[in-house]
């Protein structure tokens, strides 16, 4: 059997990886809009909870946390 990649040349078991899935994923559910910004502090702390959240349930890595937290806290 031929191992197939995906389009960032991860390893993939379907159409695409794990690891590919886990940052379209993070980018979905973490992703806020622009209008979402003036909301302040209250929204700004939701998101780093849900961050952390999914970090917790190994749905995203330590280094796909720190990159969105620090996102996160660079648009506050």
């Known amino acids: 059997m031929e191992n197939m990649y ?3 040349g991860h390893l ?4 695409t990886c794990s ?5 379209k994923q993070l980018a979905t ?12 502090p209250n ?4 998101e780093l909870r849900a961050l ?3 970090l ?9 946390y720190d990159e969105r937290r620090n ?4 648009t506050f």
Not at 43 to 46: K, M, P, Q, V
């Open 12 to 15: 993939a078991l379907g159409d």
């Open 56 to 64: 917790d349930a190994a749905r995203i890595t330590e280094a796909e």
């Open 52 to 54: 952390k959240s999914m």
């Open 19 to 23: 690891h590919c899935v886990r940052r």
């Open 71 to 74: 996102y996160i806290l660079a």
């Open 29 to 40: 559910m973490v992703t806020r809009p622009k209008t979402a910004l003036a909301a302040g």
């Open 43 to 46: 929204a700004t702390l939701t």
């Open 6 to 8: 995906c389009e960032c």
